[in-house]
């Protein structure tokens, strides 16, 4: 998908925002950069668009099926756990869209009637080892960004005999892609809005540890047909865990969007910010800056680096706007502004309120959170995280190697001080080590790797019903289908936590029914309360 805005004589598959076109750096090997194509006229967007009220036939809730027989784990599985049946949990429906490496499906929770989208990729697709490997880093990178306002909630990941689906969250209001088309080009205070969100979406991935590598317009989903629709990031196939210091080699992208140094095969996550200052670009002048009707000669432009802000409507165009587009557009990516510094441009503040300014992160807003809360929820959290499956926490694995300077496997206050100021932090002194005591449960004075994972993991994951009951089950020691004063002591000092003023304390707070002792149900409500998903960015 090299181009947004020229023509090709060939009809290619269309790609859909939810990344039904290449997923895997492979496949983008083969026609990564394809001849730049001409918009068509625009059409209205059936895909991605729910039915109108009114003319879908009343929803009722479907019992699941009686589980299936387990299945034993087959050695080639793709994502390394047993075939299940997306059909037990979600009604498919109608196509969405349709691309090279899959189709996508309006989809229904059985359980809820909740609408999704369904992404299905034939496993004839995945053919080679890397294909899969690129596979799984997608559905890691998914998983792990999934919560952030501006990214696609990401549900789950089911595998078949012929098939990998992924469902997520599904976008009515078409892509963004196509809304630039629609207008030509957007008020300043519009692409400022747009910027925004891109922009996050990118502070969001680097904060994280994600370099995206393949940000376009075709990339974008908004949520609703309406002028406030949140823009969402949806296709993640390109993108990787990074390492600080590392140098990227090979080369992905799309034509319009793909930074010099990327062609130049010497890159790290700065490429993101020259991607978006294109989309930047596009968006206040409706043609990319870099335009030739040759892929080489896209990329001759792009290597020159000869922005035209004299042709229309540059003009009319404010010299902030301009000057945010030229320090995204720095040929040199070590002199390119970063994506804080971008949130606190002034452009991208005129006119805004408070939540449009920079926040620290969200596993900042995280340990925030998590410092509210009573030692049996810190502790129960410690027993789900050490539970978890390496792809639910891969991403945030690797944002405690780039913290943990010394290898030492735990953190220290420096190591937490500099490695949140490297990754654009402003936090004071003293909320540095208020995180730092929030996060280290067992008061040794450093964070160890569980506890890390502990206050950084995104509340949804750990507070399904399945993590949450194993958890119950683990200081429920007899099995009696309660938590005991004795039972949580125990567990208590296991920790090296906890004295009798604590113990009283949180039965206090948690035993509603004023029994002695906390049942399943009072354990649940503590653990999901106070912790709806935070509005971040």
């Not at 999934?146 to 789950?156: A, C, L, M, T, Y």
């Not at 930047?280 to 030739?292: C, K, N």
């Not at 040929?331 to 005129?350: A, G, N």
């Not at 410690?382 to 943990?404: H, T, Y």
Request: charged residues 25%; aromatic residues 8%; contains cysteine.
């Amino acid at each position: 998908m090299g181009s947004c805005l020229t023509k090709s004589k060939d009809s290619k598959p269309k790609h859909n925002g939810y990344g039904s076109g290449p997923t895997t750096t492979a496949a983008v090997h083969q026609q990564r950069y394809q001849e730049p194509v001409r918009p068509a006229p625009v059409q209205s967007q059936f895909h991605h668009i729910p039915e109108k009220p009114g003319t879908q036939t009343s929803w009722k809730p479907v019992a699941p099926s009686l589980s299936p027989k387990p299945v034993a784990p087959r050695v080639d599985t793709i994502l390394g756990k047993p075939f299940e049946d997306i059909r037990v949990h979600y009604t498919i429906g109608k196509e969405l869209g349709k691309g090279q490496f899959g189709v996508t499906y309006l989809c229904i929770e059985n359980s809820t009637g909740k609408q999704y989208a369904c992404k299905t990729i034939s496993k004839k697709k995945l053919v080679t080892r890397n294909d899969k490997e690129d596979m799984r880093r997608e559905i890691q990178i998914m998983q792990h960004l999934s919560g952030q306002p501006n990214i696609v909630e990401f549900k789950g990941a089911y595998e078949d005999k012929l098939s990998v689906h992924l469902v997520m969250e599904l976008c009515a209001g078409g892509e963004l892609f196509d809304r630039i088309i629609a207008k030509g080009h957007y008020s300043e205070r519009a692409a400022a809005s747009i910027c925004r969100a891109i922009v996050n979406v990118v502070h969001a991935c680097h904060f994280m540890g994600v370099m995206h590598r393949d940000l376009k317009p075709e990339n974008f989903l908004l949520s609703s047909k309406g002028e406030n629709a949140l823009l969402k990031a949806t296709d993640f196939g390109l993108s990787v865990f990074f390492e600080d210091g590392k140098v990227y080699k090979d080369i992905v992208g799309s034509a319009y969007y793909v930074a010099p140094e990327v062609l130049l095969r010497k890159y790290g996550k700065e490429i993101d910010i020259w991607s978006a200052g294109v989309i930047l670009y596009i968006l206040l002048s409706g043609v990319p800056p870099f335009w030739a009707e040759t892929e080489k000669g896209i990329f001759d432009a792009i290597l020159e680096g000869e922005i035209d802000f004299e042709s229309q409507p540059w003009p009319s165009i404010s010299e902030s706007a301009k000057d945010l587009v030229r320090r995204m557009l720095t040929q040199d990516p070590k002199k390119r502004i970063t994506s804080t510094q971008v949130l606190e441009h002034p452009w991208i503040r005129e006119g805004g309120s408070a939540s449009d300014k920079p926040i620290d992160s969200a596993v900042l807003s995280r340990m925030k959170q998590f410092r509210r809360m009573n030692k049996l929820k810190q502790l129960a959290l410690k027993v789900i995280a050490e539970n978890l499956s390496s792809e639910e926490i891969q991403g945030l694995k690797q944002m405690f190697a780039n913290i943990d300077t010394d290898n030492s496997g735990t953190i220290t206050y420096e190591e937490l001080k500099t490695g949140l100021a490297r990754l654009g932090s402003k936090l004071t002194e003293a909320e540095v080590q208020q995180l730092m005591e929030a996060a280290d449960v067992d008061g040794n004075g450093s964070i160890d790797y569980i506890e890390f994972i502990t206050a950084t993991m995104h509340r949804h994951r750990l507070e399904r019903d399945e993590h949450l009951y194993k958890a119950f089950q683990h200081f429920d020691k007899d099995n009696s289908g309660y938590i005991t004063r004795d039972e949580l002591e125990a567990a208590m000092k296991e920790y090296g936590m906890g004295d009798d003023d604590t113990i009283k304390e949180i039965i206090s707070e948690v035993d509603t029914d004023n029994d002695g002792k906390i049942n399943y149900e009072e354990f649940r409500d503590m653990m999901r309360s106070g912790t709806q998903h935070t509005q971040l960015f």
